[in-house]
């Protein structure tokens, strides 16, 4: 019998955090997943959302009534459509490693959270809650910008660096794309004109198409003398793109654009989702 798909979801119950749990459970719909809503209990937080109890004594009663209203909000939505579950847990420590124990221990296939956009990702992809679980993760990590609301995706842009790896995560992306009969477009981008880009870039189109069993895929080389990750949010935005997918691995284009140099103008931080593909 094949494993149930597990999403994790953390939640701080900001907006953006909520954001991400519409996102967590439409997800969970299609993948008739098990979903768990997940909270590290932080006293900052806390005194945010319950400033009358400075102290914190009844932190922990707060924390679990919101928790069960969002999971009885979840289950009455999503159950009918194919959500096979949605738990809830909430633990003391730490955001990001109790996160990371927590995917770890139920074995999540992927974790859904929120980012506020710029402001959470404007120089690295290392310096905040969402980056470092990003960074961090062994498992893949679904990044849904504040103000986006879930929608059906009519094209996913795959970034691709001609990784051998390419032909294992597209079937992730087919996968996906097929719950919502969305386009895919497998985007290599080039700082360069060189004829070598268009040979390898026939190559790659030659060795991963047998692995492509979806008719809505195209195989795209854009060149850009200036940044890539600029270059590739010109793609996303005229290409009317919905999910950027990105493959995180040494030397690839998560590495390239995201870790080195993000620029403060990729817009899609602010209204595009994120899928960061890390378990092969």
């Not at 579950?85 to 909430?90: D, E, G, H, Q, R």
């Not at 490693?97 to 690295?124: C, F, Q, W, Y």
């Not at 390419?166 to 700082?191: C, G, L, N, R, Y």
Request: charged share 30%; with cysteine.
């Amino acid at each position: 019998m094949s494993k149930t798909f597990t999403i994790i979801c953390p939640t701080d119950f900001s907006e953006c955090s909520l954001n991400a749990i519409e996102y967590a459970a439409k997800l969970g719909e299609f993948y008739q997943a098990d979903l768990l809503l997940f909270h590290v209990l932080n006293k900052k937080d806390y005194e945010k959302l319950s400033p009358l109890d400075s102290k914190g004594y009844h932190q922990e009663e707060f924390i679990k009534e919101k928790m069960i209203n969002l999971q009885q909000a979840i289950l009455k939505e999503s159950l009918p459509k194919g959500l096979k579950s949605c738990l809830i847990s909430y633990k003391n420590g730490k955001i990001v490693p109790s996160t990371l124990a927590e995917t770890e221990h139920i074995k999540a296939d992927m974790i859904v959270m929120g980012t506020e956009g710029t402001n959470d990702l404007r120089e690295h992809i290392i310096g905040s809650k969402t980056s470092k679980i990003v960074e961090e993760a062994s498992t893949d990590v679904f990044v849904v910008p504040r103000k986006v609301f879930f929608k059906k995706p009519r094209k996913m842009v795959y970034a691709s660096d001609y990784l051998e790896e390419d032909k294992i995560a597209i079937q992730k992306v087919i996968e996906m794309a097929q719950f919502f009969d969305s386009e895919i477009d497998i985007v290599h981008v080039s700082s360069t004109h060189k004829a070598i880009d268009k040979s390898l870039h026939k190559e790659m189109v030659n060795e991963i198409s047998p692995f492509v069993k979806y008719d809505k895929v195209s195989f795209v080389l854009k060149s850009y003398r200036d940044d890539l990750a600029l270059g590739l949010e010109n793609y996303l935005q005229t290409s009317k793109g919905d999910v950027l997918v990105t493959l995180s691995k040494k030397k690839s284009f998560f590495d390239q654009i995201f870790a080195k140099n993000l620029s403060k103008k990729m817009a899609y931080f602010i209204n595009k989702p994120l899928w960061v593909i890390k378990s092969l």
